[in-house]
């Protein structure tokens, strides 16, 4: 039997490119989401999509989740591409989290911290029972309940409470005359710096990344992590002109941020004492910045002097894995014609069977 190409043409594509147009669109009887509806009402899956798309842009973003028919993984896919295609006018200086208007923050390590536990909108506490209220169209003279205090205007690092004694080990900030690593101009670099591992995890994919941080905590990873503070609010963002000379506010933002506090036994040349691990996303990402951090205190391993045992610890496995985008080009890919390839190997599996088969023959003839 032999294997030939099977030629397509223009129209087939031009055809089904109408259909997914026709299913996305779904029943007409049905009103059409807009974009709004879906930067309102689907806020974390627009989060998530600005992460790891890297443009923090929540009409984009929606309109992405949109043609993508809300297939988080081909939206951030699309926002990517379109990434390609903008011009890069400033820099931003990093933002301060420490001056962030939180609207939730948690630390499961210290009960009284400064400015309180402002638990904001979670659904930690929620039944996960099917809520059959929401079928309902919602009552337009909705109110939002009002706190009863307002919340302080910043509220100080929790973490900091053990630089005190020592028990921590101390923020190293980077200089400001020395670049961070742009992973979305330069290719990786391994052995990668901690400024291009992060990078990496914030657009990694929140899945992988979830399932890594997993294995840390059940005994591939060597840590013990406890939540040393959880936040979410709003940060300036800045820049500084080079006609001006002094910085600018040019927006807001919303991000999360995770400080994640583990144990460290010590080495020779360093005393026991918590190291940190750190996650920080666009929008409402808790569960990503959870497993960033775990991740990021894992892939510090070399770096404290531990052994790297684990496939969390290795950055080259993880590093190489995490983006969602690499992965659905190279697994999708399969899906495009092979057929001279696997024609290739029909002729190589037939000339080894008949090799096999004749030396079958002659030790059954012996």
Partial sequence: MAYVAVKGGEQA?????????????????????????????????????????????????????????GDSVEA???????????PRIAISRPIDTGTMAVRRRI??????????????????YTHRLLDFSLAEKSDPDFVAPVAEEPLDDNAPGVIEMLGGEGLIEQETRSREDTAAFDLTRSPMRLPAGRDQRLQNLARGDE??????AYSTIRGYGATHPFVGELRLG??????????????????????????????????????????????????HCERKALAMALVDRAMRARELGEDVRYVAQDDEFVLSHSDSVEAT??????????????????????????AYEAACSRAAAE
Wanted: aromatic letters at 8%.
């Fill in 76 to 86: 951030i896919f699309l926002l990517r591409a379109f990434r390609t295609t903008l």
């Fill in 107 to 124: 630390s499961a390590t210290f009960k009284d911290i400064p400015g309180g536990q402002v638990l904001g909108p979670t659904y930690d």
């Fill in 329 to 354: 080009g190279m697994v999708t890919h399969y899906k495009l014609p092979h057929y001279v390839d696997f024609h290739a190997e029909v002729q190589l599996v037939r000339r080894l069977r008949a």
């Fill in 234 to 283: 709003e940060v300036s963002v800045t820049i500084v002109p080079e006609d001006l000379g002094f910085a600018i506010e040019i927006g807001e933002i919303t991000v999360t941020e995770c400080q994640m506090i583990n144990q460290f036994r010590g080495t020779t040349e360093a005393g026991p004492k918590f190291t940190r691990g750190y996650g920080l996303t666009f929008g």
């Fill in 13 to 69: 594509i031009i055809n089904s490119h109408r259909l997914i147009a026709e299913t996305r669109r779904g029943n007409r009887a049905v009103p059409e989401l807009d974009i709004d509806q879906i930067s309102e009402q689907f806020g974390l899956a627009v989060d998530r999509v600005m992460t790891e798309g890297s443009i923090y842009d929540r009409e984009l973003a929606a309109l992405a989740l949109k043609q993508a028919q």
């Fill in 207 to 212: 899945g992988f990344l979830l399932g890594i």
